[in-house]
């Protein structure tokens, strides 16, 4: 009996321990890239829609709640970074080898801007527009089916590339080069 009374109880605590572990809401994801010969890569949370279609965009949707709205930082829980081995060009901003944070525009849901922003380490909500390295538009598009997993991309083929970012039902892409 005393056996029976420790394997259960072990088995309790073994059910709870694995309970608890349950995925985050928003995982950590990486994207990650080659451009110029040099290595990119963007780490994010990736929030998903979970039945909000055709509320996160709109000007009262879940965005809007966020403190620097119209400015998101296209991820969830801490900020998204863009970290890069060498000198890009993003659109048609410059940006040196170092490590950003990255943040979009969505005044206009329809028509995203990229922010790249030279502070780092800090929370996703915590923007500082003094602190933006610049900004570059995006080309908007749709993508073929909803998109539930917010998902950032990084391709590249020999010195050029893209950087997408795709959500719901909307999607924005950045040319990228290797800078000389």
């Not at 949370?45 to 949707?61: A, C, L, M, N, Q």
């Not at 879940?62 to 709205?69: A, D, F, G, V």
């Not at 170092?98 to 790249?116: A, R």
């Not at 950087?163 to 080069?177: D, R, T």
Request: charged fraction near 20%; glycine fraction near 12%; charge should be neutral.
């Amino acid at each position: 009996m005393k056996h029976l009374l420790v394997c259960a109880g072990l088995l309790f605590a073994a059910t709870t321990v694995i309970a608890q572990q349950k995925a985050p809401a928003s995982p950590p994801q990486k994207a990650t890239g080659t451009i110029g010969g040099h290595e990119v890569t963007i780490t994010y949370s990736s929030p998903g829609v979970k039945g909000r279609e055709g509320k996160i965009f709109t000007k009262d949707g879940l965005i809007s709640h966020n403190p620097h709205y119209p400015v998101w930082r296209a991820g969830a829980n801490a900020a998204t970074t863009l970290e890069t081995a060498g000198d890009l060009m993003i659109g048609d901003l410059h940006v040196p080898a170092g490590k950003y944070t990255l943040f979009v525009d969505i005044s206009d849901p329809d028509q995203w801007t990229l922010i790249v922003n030279k502070k780092t380490g800090e929370w996703g909500l915590a923007y500082d527009g003094s602190q933006d390295l610049g900004k570059t538009k995006m080309h908007m598009s749709k993508p073929s089916s909803m998109v539930e997993n917010l998902k950032w991309e990084v391709k590249g083929e020999g010195s050029k590339g893209t950087i997408s970012l795709a959500w719901e039902e909307h999607e924005g892409s950045v040319p990228v080069m290797a800078h000389k």
